[in-house]
């Protein structure tokens, strides 16, 4: 009964805020959003004396906004088409035709997987399903503050409890979780706080960390009881945790141990930072620069952590967003490191992170609105090579960064290009969790890198992975590839213009066409040849680059 | 100014050690002139081996595992160690180790990366990856992190140090993988399609001049170097004489102890490798995790596949002198119950030797007299980086501007001074 009021509570809430005439202002036409953000960019570069390089040429353009939000690579007859055709308005009807594909949803919960699955280091989940959830809920176009309320409410084995299971030690971790929710929703280091005040915010102390870790102090990991249903589910207990009590030696029999209480409803103990044994005070379920929470002894607490996460008027979790989303396009956020939003950390465009917050707090946290404003501007469609004068500029956005493509990314285009590899099936892995084929460990190698927050225009991988490429990865995967080619009939000019438009959405120059004229010429077997030329595309910087 | 301006990126490299130059001698054409700096072997024993079926056994406590004098007098080891016991002036024994985590999935990424893992809400990098990232050299042709096993893989991630830092996995013999063209190519055919990849790809990279393009090329470039370099032969163990082959003995512990030895000798800074023989697996038990059939396992599998090799290995890198620079770790990721039985966590034993290690000691341990403090795993790996000379308070900062200590605590964790 009191559950059912606290919900019926909360929706009364929700409902009151979305009345607010504060946050209920009309959605805006992106564009002409996109000339706000531009003018408070150009503002900037002028103050700053550094000038804007031109747009990109459509090629570029077409490669770049297609990689960006739907992850693939437009075929040559689009590319073709794209690049032929004379309609002043072609860029944003790209946009919008992107946007309405289903790509776009699996582009963006990718996106979200490769951050989470680096955080997901005791393998407890995977994240199959949770891809397929995720990108079906942007394709839907529900609001991120709806995705994020499910993820962390997420229950039993859901799809949607992928999130959570990455923050699986032995059971949920309360502070790990805590951690996770603030890096990625929040934009604040919070796990400073988890062993001592926080440095750059000294407001925080352990008690608010561990105040945030304690609405998740009944939120359990148990074994489906259920017939027929296998595998670890996630509940919500109404039971609180036991007290770490003192410490004892190993060595005392079970019978001769203190008894240890349970600890009341809605507290959690803080641990020693040097030993997890050892409690060193009680911290109750508070919300981040708020009030206490008023938690029962029974039900959920993670339904009323949720609404104050996702909240209009959480000052964090729109901004964060917004700013995680421009640095998906930019390489870098209005306000860098993405996790460290802190009162000494000011955003580079202030005006511009406020303007697409309120846009996207208006939108009801709409990514595909924030996405129209952000790719509509002319900062997102300059050209990446400088101009004189603004060559070492890197937070104005003069120009654009050139980006690489993921480790996982990269390997999702050659299987655009190449088509799905039907070699032999890599061996399936034996014994324990974990021991996984050497063949799968060293694709791994180039997917898992950095691990941290890397950016997006750093070049990561090593020797090892440029050797697996050369000489086993795409030589094994491209055979195929190369047969059809050689049995198509095309002309050997023809074949080249398809190439070029496949990999790089563009014709080749005439110097291209001659360099590749000689090679061909020089390998003599047509087969030979194309099998040197279609490693030649793939392994060259500008398949991997995104300028 | 704010905190965050004022963090630094401390990223000057400590290249020490001495020259080189009778091993230069005797293997001319095959290296060139280089300064020695340290390098590290871990000897990786999965499961979490017996204390007190190694190298901290007390008399009578369980029975056909007696204490065995060694080389020193008044340091015994178990007797079914007997070469090993022969090498016992190489090596120290740790045998007050205190790390608190009794359990594999989470005790092995902590002894791996000298971090509980996920401390501080972040993966770390594995010993591994932090050594090679310490002295990794620019136009090294050979890998800086070896892994010739793949048991404990899964715990092996150069996490924040990247992916150029993760380890080379590879098999002894089988050389260093991808390094050959791929069927039907010839080096030749490789070089003329670089050729063509480099002119066709010179424009973009001159017209976007960020680190990544250029990069890329750079990174083909090395690898094309490494595959027609002379230094692979340092993966050809059949270029080991006969005579090593029989002392290192057959099996795969054997095999990846020799072939650590040629690549540390060919100037890789950090290989791992692993005892962990198949036939040791049953039903309770898997590689050094025995529950069932403790004893007879031990005797008969685990014991002997242990004492040739790693005594084969600490007496050629001391022939060769290059246990002097050469920091050689025994370790699993806990101890166990004094029967062998159980996981245990307490008074449990690691064994280091070389790199200015002094041999002969004994820490503490059931045998000897003087106990020792608790080591933990920071002191653990406070005691490598003293060993590897590597500043134990170095910090790494992370892209978001946070500092991270090489060594968990940086200078507060406290190294076995008294080994060394």
Sequence with gaps: MKRAFTIFAMLLFASLLQ????????????????????????????EAKIPASSLSDDATFLRRVSLDLSGRLPTPAQAADFLDSKDGQKRQQLLENLLKQPEYGKRFARYWIELLAKRNDMQNAFPGFFEKWLAEEFNQGKGWDHIVREMVLAKDNTPQTYFLMTNVERDISPSRTTSSVGALFLGQQLQCAECHRHPSNRAWKREDFWGLAAFFGRTKLENSKEKGKQGRMIVDVDVSPLEKGPKVDPKTPKDKRPVRNLLPAGTLEIPDANDNAIA????????????????????????????????????????????????????????????????????????????????????????????????????????????????????????????VVSGPHLLELYEQVLGKYKGPQEKSSKGRKGAVPLDKQSTDVLVDTAGYDERPDEYTLGITQALRLMNRYLPERQQAFVAELVKSGKSQDEIVEQLYLKMYSRRPTATERADIRAFLQQQGEPARGYAGLVWVLLNSPEFMAIP | MNRRQMLKTTGAFLVAGIPWFHLLAARAGETEQTRRRKSCILLWMPGGPSQAHTFDPRPGENEGFAPAPTSVPGIQICEHLPKMSQQMRHLALLRTMETRDGTHDSAQPMMLTGYRPNAGGIRHPTLGSVVACEFAQADAELPNFVCL???????????????????????????????????????????????????????????????????????????????????????????????????????????????????????????????????????????????????????????????????????????RGLLETTLVIWMGEFGRSRNGQNHNPRNWCVAVAGAGVRGGVAMGGATTPNGYRPVNTADLYATFMKALDIDQGKEHVLRNGRPINIVDGGMRANPVNEIF
């Excluded at chain 1, 202030?350 to 609105?369: C, M, N, Q, W």
């Excluded at chain 1, 996405?371 to 990446?384: D, G, L, M, N, P």
């Excluded at chain 2, 004492?307 to 050629?316: I, S």
């Design chain 1, 19 to 46: 009345a607010s005439p504060l946050w209920s202002q009309e959605v805006r036409d992106p564009v002409k959003v996109a000339a706000e953000l531009d003018r408070v960019i150009d503002s900037k570069l002028r």
């Design chain 2, 149 to 319: 096993s793949q048991a404990g893989m899964e715990h092996l991630t150069p996490a924040y140090l990247g992916a150029r830092h993760a380890p080379f996995v590879t098999a002894p013999g089988q050389g260093v993988p991808d390094v050959n063209p791929a069927a039907g190519l010839t080096l030749d055919d490789l070089q003329q399609r670089t050729a063509l990849l480099d002119r066709l790809s010179r424009d973009f990279v001159q017209r976007y001049p960020g680190q990544a393009p250029a990069a890329h090329a750079t990174t083909l470039q090395r690898a094309e170097r490494l595959m027609r370099s002379s230094r692979l032969s340092a993966f050809d163990l059949t270029r080991e004489p006969h005579y090593l082959h029989s002392a290192y003995g057959p099996t795969s512990f054997g095999q990846q102890c020799l072939q650590a030895r040629r690549l540390i000798e060919a100037g890789v800074p950090f290989v791992q490798v692993a005892c962990a023989p198949p036939e040791a697996s049953g039903p309770g038990r898997t590689q050094w995790d025995c529950h069932t059939e403790t004893q007879p396992t031990l005797r008969n599998v685990l014991l002997p596949a242990l004492d040739r090799p790693m005594a084969a290995l600490l007496e050629d890198l001391s022939v």
């Design chain 1, 280 to 403: 060193v005070g009680l911290a109750t379920a508070k919300y981040l620069e708020g009030d206490k929470a008023k938690l029962g002894d029974k039900g959920s607490y993670r339904e009323p952590y949720a609404a104050w996460l996702t909240s209009p008027k959480n000052p964090y979790f729109a901004r964060a967003a917004v700013n995680r989303l421009w640095a998906y396009f930019f390489a870098r956020g209005f306000v860098n490191p993405l996790d460290a939003m802190e009162p000494d950390n000011a955003a580079s465009h202030p005006e511009a992170i406020d303007l697409l917050t309120k846009e996207f707090i208006a939108s009801g946290f709409d990514y595909r609105h924030v996405i129209r404003c952000i790719c509509s501007t002319q900062a997102y469609q300059r050209s990446s090579q400088a101009v004189k004068g603004n060559e070492s500029d890197q937070n104005l956005f003069s120009h654009m960064p050139v980006r």
